[in-house]
């Protein structure tokens, strides 16, 4: 999330707040340099299923004081319907095992 902050922070002329909207694609470009054609493997293995589980992460930032919002800001901002598909391979065969739970004893 910070990567990507700061890559669309790095593109602006002046030092502003972004949207919900910017953030996504500043995640997308960074998923894709980071992990390539696995990268919606990873996130789904990180439990992250759409967008609007990136703004829920946002959203929890702002709550513990790592990020700012303004008062327009809503989770909605993080609606993308088709984020993974803007973005990644449908046709990609890369698959991680899934998690095990975790045994722990009562």
């Not at 703004?55 to 901002?77: A, P, Q, R, Y």
């Amino acid at each position: 999330m910070m990567a990507a902050l700061s890559r669309v922070m790095g593109r602006l002329e002046a030092r502003r707040h972004i949207t919900g909207h910017e953030l996504l694609k500043g995640i997308q470009e960074e998923a894709a340099d980071q992990f390539g054609p696995m990268a919606q493997t990873v996130f789904e293995y990180w439990g992250i299923k759409n967008s609007l589980d990136f703004g829920i992460l946002v959203f929890n930032m702002v709550e513990v004081g790592i990020l700012s919002k303004t008062d327009t800001d809503v989770i909605e901002d993080f609606r993308d319907t088709n984020f993974f598909g803007n973005l990644f391979d449908g046709e990609s065969a890369y698959r991680l095992r899934p998690k095990k739970d975790s045994l722990v004893s009562q």
